[in-house]
């Protein structure tokens, strides 16, 4: 038994002792034995169905359980929960407004935001996103990623990257802040991007739902959920199974296991109580990228045949509201354990590979975490002014060794080659506050964040150094950030916003501790700043219609690179342009309001990047097309069926900063265009042994053209994107 197959038993076995512990003592003996009245008009309640959202304004977001299918947004309202978002760019991704997508498919899901662009992979193996061509979308370590205000990145600061992300199917939305307006969240100049989960239906002590889905290439994918309560308690089972072939030719496989367990105890209309548990397991072959030649002449064969990615994660929560309308708290405290397993071929070029050995390399984080944030409203002048204030702490301890194989060792899953052992460790705290002033149709929000970043690193051993360079080495660093945001009304439903914020992006572990043997650090390296300017106007002029434009400025100084084997700050670049997002219900603005919707929308991006100083000067930042446009139609009936065709285009960019075109490599990527058709139906409404029932039809075609098209590019080469493909699948709710 290997090391890290050790490791994950024993993993396993403790998280199972730990739920057994946290979820027992949370159930209220005789709590099945009451009956079930309405739930209480406790702030977002789960099970109670949120009508009052069809008479106020569409900007009004709570919480709704999966069968709750109210469409809200399309932009967050100025302030909810504990957050202030007057002045910020917004957007709701709400999945009611659209036939059921799979949960792998980002393309679709950012069909009305503008910017947001995803790196398509091979398979499902991790979560690659970008905004406004600001970094690397690899792992999308350049956003804050986070679970209902929780981040589920692997290390904030010291490794940003994301290898799970939550199914869609779990999710009653995304909420995403532009830029550096997202400092309610975090420090990154890119934005936030937050994942806001289905609450359980607590109408009823049981129900549930199962969906099962067939496709291209041996996918299978089943999400079932299993929930209820009463007007004290509340709870939700989610168990999610992924699996499937992929395209390419061979070692492209996948598959993947998640479940989570959410409780939620009202202790009166005032007080809450939550707990969340989550276990995933992850599993995917890396096929390899193509060379240029290779590509052209087949697309879809696979240059590697033994690498692969494993993940392993526990997750588990607790959390404390306090609150009405005029005042809220939220506490919420977490751990989280995750390991992160990889098995590479040595010798990997731009779709080449000449190595016979495999290093084999695992990753271990374990994450304590606190968040604490309360809200006050309070009277000032003729108007209602709203002051926030929050803490938030994490401590997070991440070894990492590799080794490697023997020569011609193609398979096995560790090596007796000790070549790398590290002790990371990463302390990180930000205090934050934000006033909200409104003066009638006026408001004013400054914001301030203060950040505390600290990093270690102690290396045990390292091949590639002497023994008296290794290092064991300390940085730290206190960060003020600022933004200012303001909103000016102009009609009913309709206004003006600006925010311009600071932000930064600090050293990771990589960055600041160079492991090669003979890689620097220059002794003035400083994290990365930006600011982020935006001005925009937005509103809901109609029923049957929205709209959102903006003109935008990202100056971004300092960014890291690497000048021959020396890390530095290699220059600064200007990302500018404008943004638009809009629809329109055709059906509505003909024949006024009914069941009945025909909704064509649209987002466009124009894109003006470029380095203006340093050894990159003149060159186009990565992962900045010039056009980014999403528009399409979407049919529906309500409660009945849904149809969408979702059309995606973007321009010809560079996935890497140099520009690089030579010989060998070649990381310019072509404009392409992807049209993506899905549908769902009810096929049967009815009682089922005395149960309300109800059994839905889904299906889709993906790059119904059938482009033969890719959008990632990394130092192993050309890595594919899916031709045409297919799926078919039933949902049960009962």
């Keep these: 038994m290997s090391q890290f197959q050790h490791n994950l038993m024993y993993r396993k076995h403790l998280l199972s002792r730990v739920l057994l512990a946290g979820i027992v003592p949370c159930i209220p003996i005789g709590a099945w034995a009451q009956s079930t009245p309405p739930p209480p008009k406790f702030p977002d309640v789960p099970g109670q169905t949120p009508t009052e959202v069809a008479d106020l304004a569409p900007v009004v977001v709570t919480a709704e ?19 202030i978002y007057a002045g910020k760019k917004t957007s709701v991704i709400d999945f009611d407004s659209l036939p059921q997508i799979q949960t792998d498919n980002y393309r ?11 790196s398509e992979l091979s398979n499902s193996s991790l979560l690659s996103l970008s905004y406004r061509g600001i970094g690397d979308p690899h792992e999308s370590q350049n956003l804050m990623v986070l679970k209902n205000g929780i981040p589920f990145v692997l290390d904030p600061l010291g490794y940003s990257t994301v290898y799970f992300a939550p199914p869609f199917e779990s999710l009653d939305r995304l909420e995403f802040v532009s830029g550096g307006a997202a400092l309610l969240y975090g420090a990154q ?29 041996n996918l299978y994918s089943t999400f079932s959920t299993l929930e209820g309560g009463n007007e004290k308690f509340g709870y939700l089972l989610h168990l999610d199974h992924r699996s499937g072939d992929s395209f390419r030719s061979g070692n492209s496989d996948f598959e993947l296991y998640g479940a989570e367990l959410s409780l939620f105890y009202d202790i009166d209309e005032r007080q809450r109580m939550t707990a969340s548990f989550e276990l995933y397991e992850a599993d995917h ?50 751990a989280s354990d995750v390991v992160r397993y990889s098995k590479r071929q040595t010798g990997q070029g731009f779709g080449t590979v000449t190595g016979n050995q495999l290093d084999i390399n695992e990753h271990t984080y374990d994450t304590m975490g606190i968040d604490s944030r309360f809200r006050m409203d309070y009277d000032l002048g003729d108007d209602v ?25 193609l398979t096995s899953d560790s090596g007796p080659n000790l070549r790398f052992d590290a002790r990371r460790d990463s302390l990180y705290g930000a205090f934050f506050a934000e006033n909200l002033f409104r003066f009638d149709r006026f408001t004013i929000t400054p914001a301030f964040r203060l950040e505390y970043n600290e990093q270690s690193m102690d290396e045990r051993v390292n091949v590639a150094k002497p023994a008296a360079n290794l290092i064991e080495d300390q940085r730290s660093e ?55 300017t935006e001005i925009g106007y937005r509103g809901r002029p109609s029923s049957w219609s929205t709209f959102d434009l903006s003109l935008f400025h990202i100056d971004y100084d300092d960014r890291f ?57 003149g060159k186009t930042p990565q992962y900045a097309p010039e056009h980014m446009l999403r528009t399409g139609l979407i049919v529906q009936q309500e409660n009945e069926w849904k149809i969408a065709a979702m059309l995606t285009h973007l321009s010809e960019h560079w996935a890497d900063d140099a520009n690089t075109v030579n010989a060998t490599a070649n990381w310019n990527i072509p404009a392409y265009t992807v049209l993506d058709l899905t549908a769902e139906a009810q096929i049967w409404s009815g009682e089922l042994g005395g149960v309300n029932s109800n059994l839905w039809l889904l299906c889709g075609i993906n790059n119904a053209l059938d482009e033969g098209y890719f959008s990632r590019v990394r130092a192993n080469g050309i890595d594919p994107a899916n031709e045409r493909n297919y799926y078919i699948g039933m949902r049960a709710e009962f």
């Design 108 to 118: 679709q899901a950012f069909l009305k935001t503008p910017g947001l662009l995803t």
């Design 385 to 409: 002014s709203t002051f926030t204030v929050g803490l938030t702490a994490m401590d997070i301890k991440a070894p990492i060794f590799l080794e490697r194989t023997n020569p011609g060792d």
């Design 189 to 217: 100049p890119f934005g936030a991007l937050n994942y806001i989960s289905h609450l359980p239906d607590r109408s009823k002590p049981f129900g549930g739902s199962t969906q099962h889905i067939m496709g291209s290439d």
């Design 285 to 334: 072959g890396e096929p390899g990228g193509r060379s240029v030649a290779d590509y052209k002449n087949n697309r879809n064969q696979n240059l590697l045949d033994h690498d692969r990615v494993r993940l392993d994660r526990m997750f588990a929560s607790i959390g404390y509201e306090l609150g009405d309308d005029d005042a809220k708290w939220i506490t919420r405290a977490w």
């Design 65 to 83: 359980t999966m069968k709750d299918r109210t469409v809200q947004g399309p932009f967050l309202p100025d302030v909810v929960g504990t957050s």
């Design 561 to 617: 690179g690497r000048v021959g084997s020396n890390i530095q700050n290699v220059g600064r670049s200007v990302n500018q342009g404008f943004s638009f997002t809009g629809e329109i219900d055709l059906y509505d603005l003909i024949y006024g309001e009914s069941e009945l919707s025909v909704i064509w929308y649209a987002s466009y991006q124009y894109l003006d990047a470029e380095f203006v100083s340093g050894p990159l000067s």
């Design 478 to 532: 206190i960060v003020p950030l600022g933004g200012l945001g303001a909103t000016f009304e102009m009609a009913k439903d309709t206004e003006f916003y600006g925010n311009v914020s600071s932000s930064y992006k600090p050293p990771t572990y990589t960055d600041a501790f160079p492991l090669g043997g003979a890689d620097t650090i220059s002794d003035g390296l400083d994290a990365g700043h930006a600011i982020n």
